[in-house]
């Protein structure tokens, strides 16, 4: 089985393009998530190998859940997520403790799998 | 009958009652004082009657002038146990101290008329025992001829009520009117004592003839007390202290009331004073004319219906505890409202002559307020104009970040997961597309609703051509006389479509209405729009930053935007804009 995913945005369309996606590109997407909060109860309890962290949620933004899920030992690796630009993020990516940042328009499950290593 | 009727009426019959009373002291058997004391005691109790009459006339809706009546009324009949007859003698007997209850009551309510305060119920209600119900009992073992030196050897009618004569038990009850007498009159000095301490200025002077000669008397009726009780003193010595330290509190009650006369005088020096006044010193001068420092001063703004202070902020004119509005009218028009000290309602008179003084005075500062008003307005206008420009952007970009930036990523997705689709598996493809084509549709229609928003393109056509194509989108059918035949500048245009806009969204969010019209005018140089529905009504311009956004844009254009929302009747909105050649 490819490497185990789970989604994490608030827009239904981009986690139903992202998901046909990924799957097509060999991904198992165990799960997803809209909002910070359930993104960090799904994780814990789904356990993945990688988390796409969408920078805007609803409740906190992805930088706060990325820096949360890096507390908690065993974390997987997070790779953020926009429709915004990188550079409007300067070193938030870094600093998080996420493995990159891919713009949504550019995803695809070879820039995931560059990224996770 | 009315009031002033009634006045005369126990006015008379005080008159007749004094009358009265210093007949049964003329035909008396058995007194033994020179009738012209009594002339003393008749006048005492005319001046108590009369003072009393007076203040009820001036406060109705106070105790203090009934009580200050009644004391006059209940001291000359106290006479009654003057009479020789043994009926009348008797009654006298019972009632010859209700008066003192009277007096000290009235003392107490001084001068709204109300007890305040447990220390004030005990002690008005120990006196009422010691005049009624103890003296009751007394009389009952009461034998004058035994008690009185007047009565000696049976100068005096049989007392009707005696049950049988008992010195020690009559004496006994006498000490304990005494020992109430003066744990009352010890709570009625703290009372006084007190509320003196409590008073604001206006109110102490109001409050100080009165409760001076009531402690004064409080005073000397404890000294008299005490020297009776130690050394002793003789009747006439304890009726001429009694009677000159009583006289004084309706004397210091009219000196009261001449004060407030006197006091217009003043009034002058307030017309003088604001001859020199400087600029805002008015409100200063009122102040120091009416003696009350607390004094607050708003001027009223027609045109907003509202008030503000001096400075041209906001004013919030309420009646609260001890504070009373007086509103100045000046030519017929309101100009100011006076919050100040409830007590300088006792001198309405110099409050109405302040008043009236300060009359241009005020609509002077009041024209100066509202320009500062108006600055500040401006100020806090550019102000919002700015916040709502930042506001404006903020929803721009949120709205394209979510909204069509969303579909064109998913949309840019699904074009590379149908490429890498294509050859293994066409069917899949397809699928894919289908949706990709269909989130580019809701992308477009997004992007045009945002477009419109930003700006009408129908504008560029005029704002007839604008204004039929908003109206004809509504969901509440919504009528438009549009009666201009030349373009207007740009920015008026703009300004009029926009708050059509904004009262039809209202319309459609709010005012629950079935039918709205919309009319745009041309009355001399100004343009006219006007939108009005047929729903609940209710509406408030300050309730949201739609209406007061548009109030702003408008009145940048020196316009003018109003609400009318009576409920239940319906919303109307009406901007007016003077068309400036020269803009836009």
Known sequence: MGIRIVIVDDHASFRGTARALLEAEGFEVVGEAVDGATAIAAIERLRPEAVLLDVQLPDMDGFEVAARLGGNGSSPAVVMTSSRDAVEFGTLVADCGARGFIPKADLSGDALTALIG | MDRRTVQVALGVIGLLEGLGAYALVLASDHESRPAGVFVLFILLGWAFIASGLVASARRPDSRFGWLLAGVGYAWLLSALSEANAALPFTLGLFLNSVWI???????????????????????????????????????????????????????????????????????????TQNGLGAVAGVGTLIVLIRRWRKASGPLRRALGPVLLSGAVY??????????????????????????????????????????????????????????????????????????????????????????????????SVEERS??????????????????????????????????????????????????????????????????????????????LHDGAQQRLVALS?????????????????????????????????????????????????????????????????????????????????????????????????????????????????????????????????????????????????????????????????????PITMGLG
């Open chain 2, 101 to 175: 209850a009277f007096f000290v009551h009235a003392v107490l309510v001084y001068p709204d008329g109300r007890l305040d305060g447990r220390i004030a119920k005990v002690s008005a209600a120990s006196v009422y025992a010691i005049c009624t119900v103890i003296q009751f009992l007394a009389v009952l073992w009461f034998s004058p001829e035994r008690e009185l030196p007047d009565c000696a050897g049976g100068a005096c009618p049989d007392n009707l009520a005696l049950v049988s004569a008992n010195h020690d038990l009559a004496a006994g009850l006498a000490a």
């Open chain 2, 322 to 399: 001890g504070r009373v509005v007086t509103i100045v009218e000046h030519g017929g028009d309101r100009v100011a409202a006076i919050t100040h000290d409830a007590s300088l309602n006792e001198s309405p008179a110099l409050v109405r002559s302040a008043f009236a003084a300060a009359g241009i005075a005020l609509a002077n500062e009041r024209l100066q307020a509202d320009l500062r008003a108006r600055l500040e307005e401006l100020r806090a206008s550019r102000a919002r104009i700015v916040e709502a420009g930042d506001a404006e952007r903020r929803r721009l970009e949120r709205n």
């Open chain 2, 218 to 315: 409080m005073v000397g009726f404890l000294v008299l007390l005490g020297l009776d009780l130690t050394v002793g003193l003789s009747d006439n010595v304890t009726t001429a202290a009694v009677l000159s330290l009583f006289a004084t509190t309706p004397i210091a009650f009219l000196g009261g009331l001449l004060r407030g006369r006197l006091e217009q005088a003043s009034v002058g020096r307030l017309v003088v004073e604001l001859g020199d006044a400087e600029p805002g010193r008015l409100r200063d001068a009122l102040a120091r004319t009416l003696h009350d420092p607390s004094l607050e001063l708003a001027y009223w703004i027609p045109e907003t219906a509202s008030y503000v202070d001096g400075a041209g902020l906001p004013a």
């Open chain 2, 413 to 577: 997705v699904a074009l590379r997961l149908a490429r890498s689709k294509i050859a293994a598996d066409p069917a899949e493809a397809e699928r894919v597309l289908i949706g990709a084509e269909s989130e580019l549709t809701a992308a477009l229609a997004e992007l045009r609703e945002l477009a419109r928003g930003i700006h009408p393109a129908a504008l560029d056509r005029g704002l007839e051509a604008a204004l039929r194509a908003l109206t004809a989108r509504e969901p509440v059918p919504a009528e438009l006389h549009f009666d201009l035949t030349d373009r207007l500048p740009r920015a008026v245009e703009a300004a009029a479509y926009y708050v059509v806009a904004e009262a039809l969204t209202n319309v459609a969010k709010y005012a629950n209405a079935t039918h709205a019209t919309v009319e745009v005018s041309r009355v001399d140089g100004t343009a006219v729009v006007r939108v009005t529905d047929d729903g609940i009504g209710g509406a408030d311009i300050s309730d949201g930053s739609g209406l007061r956004g548009l109030r702003d844009r408008v009145e940048a254009l020196n316009g003018h935007l109003r609400l009318e929302s009576p409920t239940g009747v319906g919303t109307t909105v009406t901007a007016a804009i």
